[in-house]
């Protein structure tokens, strides 16, 4: 039985997938991002594990801190990102209505000449900036929750029952290198995800900047 207002496969699906487009343009792709997505994930998991470094509690807590701060911060983003596209759209209109004097006082519609293909390419591309922004930031979200989750185990684990026998002894030691290892994948696909809405906000942002200018 299948929840339908749990989507998060949806958001994850869709997340990576916008990774792909370059400069916001839905017919340009690329494959590099698998590299940053994947590859650099694992080598940061493995490198850290072979290195023998694993989260203490201490460690456990102010990452949970910090990751809180970041979620309820991205949560807030994704309200500014779809007001700023409605006011974005409703102020960047294709055509202006103009009233007529006249016995009627009919109003008629004057098409900008000279800004349309201007504009509507801006539009456009602020359109998929945000589409992709929410996407990203949703996903975002889902690893800062499943991380915080993660790190709790960590915090909590000394309150956990203990046995004093050698299979809980391997079992502890095999638990201990996979949660790091998970806590350290999901780490590095935050901090990418985290890059990309960064440059992404950097690159929209001056473009914004560059089309107020030159209107």
């Not at 359109?127 to 996903?139: A, D, E, T, V, Y």
């Amino acid at each position: 039985m299948k929840w339908n207002n749990i989507k998060l496969n949806e958001i994850r699906k869709q997340a990576k997938e916008s990774l792909k487009y370059k400069d916001f343009n839905a017919n340009s792709t690329t494959k590099i991002y698998l590299l940053y997505l994947y590859g650099l994930p694992i080598l940061f998991s493995l490198f850290l594990l072979l290195l023998g470094l694993f989260i203490e509690k201490e460690i456990a807590s102010y990452f949970i801190t910090s990751i809180s701060i970041f979620a309820g911060l991205f949560f807030s983003l994704l309200f500014i990102i779809t007001d700023k596209y409605k006011a974005k759209k409703d102020n960047l209109k294709d055509t202006v209505i103009t009233a007529k004097e006249g016995n009627l006082k009919e109003f008629a519609i004057t098409e900008k000449d000279d800004d349309d293909d201007e504009v509507r390419n801006y539009l456009r591309r602020y359109k998929n900036f945000s589409i992709f922004l929410i996407r990203q930031i949703s996903f975002t979200i889902i690893l800062a929750v499943i991380l915080i989750l993660s790190l709790s185990i960590i915090y909590f684990s000394p309150q956990f029952p203990q046995m004093d026998c050698l299979v809980w002894k391997y079992f502890k030691l095999i638990a201990k290198y996979l949660l790091n290892g998970i806590i350290y994948y999901w780490s590095a696909q935050f901090i990418v995800f985290l890059t990309v809405i960064l440059s992404n906000m950097y690159v929209m942002l001056l473009d914004d900047i560059n089309f107020e200018k030159d209107k």
